[in-house]
């Protein structure tokens, strides 16, 4: 079991840094591994007054100042094949985006960097069809390969989390499948523009996923939901981070 934990998006330097090293001080008394996730740029919102992050060379710089300083792994997703280079010698994963995983150029582009891959399924993908994903990104090279379940559309502005592509995709893709209890809990453009959800539903999804088999949770937390710049309504407060953890390490049965 592992975690892939941090803020939705880059919101400066300093922020970045005191949230890696505030989840990575919580991980390790749980010796639990955990790569820090930070968007540099959130380029698919909904509105064009929404805050995107510092832009790829700034945010490759603070990731790479983090991995310096915090000593722990990071990660971040690219929209662009041209993005692919320069995220490749930073990130020890690469994200491919739910909305972009068929596109694939980008998918190619992520596997040639050499570094893991990990691919959302898109919100209108049946779980098995990741199996086809996959196999492009293992013919473009790549050795390391994740998938990530995050909901499925459940009519307009709701998802809804099958439990049941957690064993379909391991089996279908043989790889580890990883589960993103933030995004399967978000409203995706329910607030005027911006996406909204549901955060109390989070530590429900984390320890049902766990439970059905998952190989690594998702979790986007912040130190003030109310003022994050990015996934406000879907991100775990970081005082709750701590205690969901060691439930889902119970359940997982290493604590």
């Given at each position: 079991?592992?975690?892939?934990?941090?803020?939705?998006?880059?919101?400066?330097?300093?922020?970045?840094?005191?949230?890696?090293?505030?989840?990575?001080?919580?991980?390790?008394?749980?010796?639990?591994?955990?790569?820090?996730?930070?968007?540099?740029?959130?380029?698919?919102?909904?509105?064009?007054?929404s805050f995107r992050g510092?832009?790829?060379?700034?945010?490759?710089?603070?990731?790479?100042?983090?991995?310096?300083?915090?000593?722990?792994?990071?990660?971040?997703?690219?929209?662009?094949?041209?993005?692919?280079?320069?995220?490749?010698?930073?990130?020890?994963?690469?994200?491919?985006?739910?909305?972009?995983?068929?596109?694939?150029?980008l998918v190619v582009a992520?596997?040639?960097?050499?570094?893991?891959?990990?691919?959302?399924?898109?919100?209108?993908?049946?779980?098995e069809d990741m199996a086809?994903?996959?196999?492009?990104?293992?013919?473009?090279?790549?050795?390391?390969?994740?998938?990530?379940?995050?909901?499925?559309?459940?009519?307009?502005?709701?998802?809804?989390?099958?439990?049941?592509?957690?064993?379909?995709?391991?089996?279908?893709?043989?790889?580890?499948?990883?589960?993103?209890?933030?995004?399967?809990?978000?409203?995706?453009?329910?607030?005027?523009?911006?996406?909204?959800?549901?955060?109390?539903?989070?530590?429900?999804?984390?320890?049902?996923?766990?439970?059905?088999?998952?190989?690594?949770?998702?979790?986007?937390?912040?130190?003030?939901?109310?003022?994050?710049?990015?996934?406000?309504?879907?991100?775990?407060?970081?005082?709750?981070?701590?205690?969901?953890?060691?439930?889902?390490?119970?359940?997982?049965?290493?604590?």
């Amino acid at each position: 079991m592992f975690f892939i934990l941090g803020p939705c998006v880059i919101e400066s330097a300093d922020h970045a840094v005191r949230m890696a090293s505030r989840i990575s001080r919580i991980c390790a008394g749980l010796h639990a591994p955990f790569i820090f996730k930070a968007s540099f740029d959130k380029a698919n919102r909904l509105s064009m007054d929404s805050f995107r992050g510092p832009g790829l060379e700034t945010g490759m710089r603070i990731l790479s100042d983090i991995k310096a300083e915090v000593g722990c792994r990071v990660t971040s997703d690219i929209h662009e094949v041209w993005q692919a280079e320069l995220a490749g010698k930073v990130l020890d994963v690469i994200q491919i985006p739910a909305l972009l995983c068929r596109q694939t150029d980008l998918v190619v582009a992520a596997a040639k960097t050499g570094r893991t891959v990990n691919i959302k399924k898109g919100q209108f993908m049946a779980p098995e069809d990741m199996a086809h994903i996959v196999n492009k990104a293992r013919r473009a090279g790549a050795e390391e390969i994740w998938v990530t379940e995050r909901g499925t559309s459940f009519g307009y502005r709701d998802l809804i989390l099958d439990m049941r592509s957690i064993p379909v995709m391991q089996k279908a893709t043989m790889r580890p499948v990883i589960v993103d209890v933030s995004h399967a809990v978000q409203s995706p453009g329910g607030a005027n523009g911006k996406s909204t959800g549901r955060a109390d539903l989070i530590p429900t999804l984390a320890r049902a996923a766990t439970a059905a088999g998952a190989d690594g949770v998702f979790i986007e937390v912040h130190d003030n939901p109310a003022e994050a710049r990015s996934d406000s309504g879907n991100s775990l407060p970081l005082g709750e981070l701590q205690g969901l953890l060691q439930s889902i390490l119970r359940i997982k049965g290493s604590i």
